[in-house]
């Protein structure tokens, strides 16, 4: 069982940066990524990381303004938030993916464990 909690979140204007945090507890050397989903709309992929860090995946829409890293002897997982738009507006969620230890997957169904939320609003 893995438990996750993100904080960070909040309200910005345009251009201004936000570092999410995602701390788990439990067993928590897995895949990880972050997912966000505004009011309205699908849940989307934003970025994923490997279990030791070394490979990343992200959404075209964020690729190159966010970043994900993570330190495990923290059993963490960030993500950087450059350049906020308000499109980035949406409630963020990290998630685990115990069932492959190689996938960088990019839907949410592929994740078994997350977190509560955090909100993210980004003001023009």
């Known amino acids: 069982q893995v438990q996750l909690v993100e904080s960070g979140g909040g309200l910005v204007q345009a251009g201004a940066s936000l570092r999410l945090s995602c701390a788990a507890s439990g067993r928590t050397l897995y895949i990880m990524g972050w997912f966000r989903q505004a009011p309205g709309k699908e849940r989307e992929f934003v970025a994923a990381i490997s279990r030791n860090g070394g490979g990343t995946r992200y959404a075209d829409s964020v690729k190159g303004r966010f970043t994900i890293s993570r330190v495990n002897a923290k059993s963490t997982v960030y993500l950087q938030m450059n350049g906020l738009k308000p499109e980035d507006t949406a409630v963020y969620y990290c998630?685990?993916?115990?069932?492959?230890?190689?996938?960088?997957?990019?839907?949410?169904?592929?994740?078994?464990?997350w977190g509560q939320g955090t909100q993210v609003t980004v003001s023009s």
């Open positions: 998630a685990a993916d115990p069932s492959n230890p190689i996938l960088l997957r990019t839907t949410a169904a592929g994740y078994l464990y």
